[in-house]
């Protein structure tokens, strides 16, 4: 699967990095951070796919993203339970979202009204531990979107790069 990312920045990775020792009762911790926007398709399709999706972003602004705090799905609708993330909020990442989703559909139970804008920590653990890493307070982090980004999922790399506004 590929996907259409937000990228990262540094300050976002170092506040992952200082709620490790809120994450010992999960089995997968992750030490690269995504923030998805939208899942855009097969790789066997990718260049085609990727060309409508510059096609759709045509004119997008840059947009601000911030890291509002930890949470949890205990329940996530595929993979294993549960995930804790760094919540995110930003309009203009809803935005981005539906448009995408209007031009391309969206998968039943991850998209559309059901997208929830996170950057995953960990996976695989207790409920508990969930609820305890849920409780760490931060400090909100924010950015401004000034680029985009393919992600191959299978290998874990970025495929292309769109610069914003598009």
Do not use: C
């Not at 339970?81 to 760094?86: E, I, K, Q």
């Amino acid at each position: 699967m590929f996907s259409l990312n937000v990228p990262v920045p540094g300050s976002v990775s170092r506040l992952a990095d200082e709620l490790q020792p809120a994450l010992f009762g999960f089995e997968r911790v992750r030490d690269e951070h995504t923030l998805l926007a939208k899942r855009i398709g097969d790789p066997d399709h990718f260049d085609a796919r990727t060309h409508e999706v510059r096609r759709a972003l045509r004119g997008q602004p840059a947009f601000e993203v911030q890291v509002t705090g930890v949470d949890y799905f205990e329940q996530p609708t595929v993979g294993t339970a549960p995930v804790v993330y760094l919540a995110v909020e930003s309009p203009g990442l809803h935005e981005l979202h539906d448009s995408l989703v209007e031009e391309f559909g969206a998968i039943d139970g991850l998209e559309g009204e059901d997208y929830t804008p996170h950057v995953t920590l960990a996976r695989d653990g207790d409920v508990a531990s969930a609820k305890r890493a849920a409780e760490y307070d931060v400090e909100p982090v924010s950015w401004t979107v000034t680029e985009l980004e393919f992600f191959d999922s299978k290998y874990r790399e970025v495929a292309g790069r769109i610069s914003l506004p598009a």
